[in-house]
């Protein structure tokens, strides 16, 4: 029987839908609605996607929304003041750098100097601490994601193997923490990872993250286990594929999410409740 999608978008909509209602009965309260600030460098068309979903989600839930678009070469030391500017700013409870930023730019030196009430994207450091340390904290967007998926069709990770292709800082590390956290063991996979379809064999819950289409075939999937891909590849054609091959593998597994329409909603919507969640926390 072929495997059940994990509807994203739905599940994004109806987060987003709850969210505005909160919106608009707490900002009577606060004389003011949440404000989320995107900041963008340079013309990666990707990114202008991006930002401008983002952008666009802000305002259809009530929330403000402010663009910052710098020039590919703009000086470190300028985002840096405006990154400045924006934490002392009492109408914004979000900042978000989109990456990536130019290559001569020290992205890490940038997104410190969010302040940590305000890192909508859970990457600063104090927020991973507090994520190493099960306290609570802003979140990474994709993973917190990735969990209100698996909560919402009572996929319970406690006591499963999981297995996550993929370790970066923004993705597989923390999303790895997060299913810890809920009890599931947890193997992070990569690069280097010998003999990984032997190790994707043994997930319950296999999740890629690595941006390679197609890379997880049928053959690296247990009969049953759930997928979850949260690659986004642009393919030569300009359509969207994920790191799984989406028609074999939902033969085998029983849950799949597709791309587009799976994870990448997920990601928007998170960013906007932990605008949310800052705004509720400032006086
Ligand atoms: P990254 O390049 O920072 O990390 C990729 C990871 O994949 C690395 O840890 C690397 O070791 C691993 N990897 C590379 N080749 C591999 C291979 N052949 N076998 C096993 N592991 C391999 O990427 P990222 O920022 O984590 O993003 C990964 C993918 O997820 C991309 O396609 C990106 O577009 C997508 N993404 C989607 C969302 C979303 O909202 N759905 C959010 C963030 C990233």
Request: contains cysteine; aromatic residues 4%; negative net charge.
């Given at each position: 029987?072929?495997?059940?999608?994990?509807?994203?978008?739905?599940?994004?909509?109806?987060?987003?839908?709850?969210?505005?209602?909160?919106?608009?009965?707490?900002?009577?309260?606060?004389?003011?609605?949440?404000?989320?600030?995107?900041l963008?460098?340079?013309?990666?068309?990707?990114?202008?996607v991006y930002?401008?979903n983002?952008?666009?989600?802000?305002?259809?839930v009530?929330?403000?929304?402010?663009?910052?678009?710098?020039?590919?070469d703009?000086?470190?030391?300028?985002?840096?003041?405006?990154i400045?500017?924006?934490?002392?700013?009492?109408?914004?409870?979000?900042?978000?750098?989109?990456?990536?930023?130019?290559?001569?730019?020290?992205?890490?030196?940038?997104?410190?100097?969010?302040?940590?009430?305000?890192?909508?994207d859970?990457?600063?450091?104090?927020?991973?601490?507090k994520?190493?340390?099960?306290?609570?904290?802003?979140?990474?967007?994709?993973?917190?994601?990735?969990?209100?998926?698996?909560?919402?069709?009572?996929?319970?990770p406690?006591?499963k193997?999981?297995?996550?292709?993929?370790?970066?800082?923004?993705?597989?590390k923390?999303?790895s923490l997060?299913?810890?956290?809920?009890?599931?063991?947890?193997?992070?996979?990569?690069?280097?990872?010998?003999?990984?379809?032997?190790?994707?064999?043994?997930?319950?819950?296999?999740?890629?993250?690595?941006?390679?289409?197609?890379?997880?075939?049928?053959?690296?999937?247990?009969?049953?286990?759930?997928?979850?891909?949260?690659?986004?590849?642009?393919?030569?054609?300009?359509?969207?594929?994920?790191?799984?091959?989406?028609?074999?593998v939902?033969?085998v597994?029983?849950?799949?999410?597709?791309?587009?329409?799976?994870?990448?909603?997920?990601?928007?919507?998170?960013?906007?409740?932990?605008?949310?969640?800052?705004?509720q926390k400032?006086p």
């Amino acid at each position: 029987m072929p495997a059940q999608i994990l509807d994203g978008k739905t599940l994004a909509q109806k987060i987003l839908s709850e969210l505005s209602e909160k919106i608009e009965q707490t900002r009577l309260i606060k004389g003011r609605p949440p404000g989320l600030a995107v900041l963008m460098v340079g013309d990666n068309p990707a990114s202008a996607v991006y930002v401008r979903n983002k952008e666009r989600s802000c305002l259809n839930v009530g929330m403000s929304s402010y663009g910052r678009h710098f020039p590919h070469d703009v000086e470190q030391s300028i985002v840096i003041d405006e990154i400045e500017r924006l934490n002392q700013d009492p109408n914004l409870d979000g900042i978000l750098l989109q990456l990536p930023v130019p290559d001569y730019l020290n992205a890490t030196e940038i997104l410190y100097k969010i302040t940590p009430e305000k890192d909508a994207d859970g990457l600063h450091p104090i927020n991973l601490g507090k994520l190493v340390r099960a306290e609570d904290g802003l979140r990474s967007c994709t993973p917190l994601g990735v969990m209100k998926l698996l909560e919402e069709y009572n996929i319970e990770p406690d006591g499963k193997r999981v297995v996550i292709v993929g370790r970066s800082i923004l993705v597989g590390k923390p999303l790895s923490l997060m299913l810890l956290e809920k009890n599931a063991t947890v193997t992070v996979a990569h690069s280097r990872t010998l003999n990984l379809a032997q190790v994707t064999n043994e997930a319950d819950i296999l999740i890629a993250a690595v941006g390679k289409p197609g890379l997880i075939t049928s053959s690296m999937v247990k009969s049953g286990a759930v997928v979850i891909d949260v690659g986004i590849n642009r393919l030569s054609d300009g359509t969207l594929a994920g790191d799984v091959d989406f028609a074999s593998v939902s033969q085998v597994a029983s849950y799949i999410t597709p791309v587009p329409g799976g994870v990448g909603p997920l990601t928007v919507a998170m960013l906007l409740v932990n605008t949310f969640a800052s705004y509720q926390k400032c006086p």
